[in-house]
C-alpha cells in the first residue's frame, strides 16, 4: 500500500489530514516538521507528500528543493494559510501537484491524492 506523508507543525491539521487519508484506505504517516521527514526511513518510502508552506524551521518550498537537490522526486502537495500567489507559481514550476488554502476541500485534496498515486505519474 503507498505511504502518504504529512508534515505540519499544527497538530490538529495533521490529525485531521492523516485522518482523512486513513478514511480513504490509505496508508499515512506524520511528522511536525520538514527535518524529522528528511531523517527518516520514509523519504524513499513516501508515494505522495503533503506539507506546509510555513513551518519553523524548514518550510514546505525549502523542503520541496532539498528533496529535488537529493534526486527525490515525490510527488508534493502544499496546504497553507498564507497562499501567495508567488509562492503557487514557486512550487508547481518545481512540480507540485497541488496548492491549497487551509481549510482546504477534503475532496480536492482526495483528488490531487490520486492524481499523485496514478501510474502515469511515476
Known amino acids: 500500500m503507498p505511504t502518504i506523508t504529512i508534515i505540519d507543525d499544527d497538530d490538529e491539521v495533521r490529525v485531521a489530514t492523516e485522518n482523512l487519508v486513513q478514511s480513504h484506505g490509505l496508508n499515512a504517516h506524520t511528522f511536525a516538521s520538514a527535518e524529522d521527514f528528511l531523517n527518516s526511513p520514509l523519504v524513499d518510502q513516501t508515494a505522495c507528500l503533503i506539507t506546509d508552506v510555513q513551518m519553523p524551521g524548514m518550510s514546505g518550498v525549502e523542503l520541496q528543493s532539498a528533496l529535488i537537490e537529493r534526486g527525490c522526486s515525490v510527488p508534493m502537495i502544499f496546504i497553507t494559510a498564507f497562499p501567495e500567489e508567488r ?27 490520486d492524481r499523485a498515486l496514478a501510474p502515469a505519474s511515476f
Open 87 to 113: 509562492l503557487r507559481r514557486q512550487v508547481e514550476a518545481a512540480g507540485a501537484l497541488g496548492f491549497l488554502s487551509k481549510p482546504f476541500d477534503a475532496a480536492i485534496l482526495m483528488s490531487c491524492i
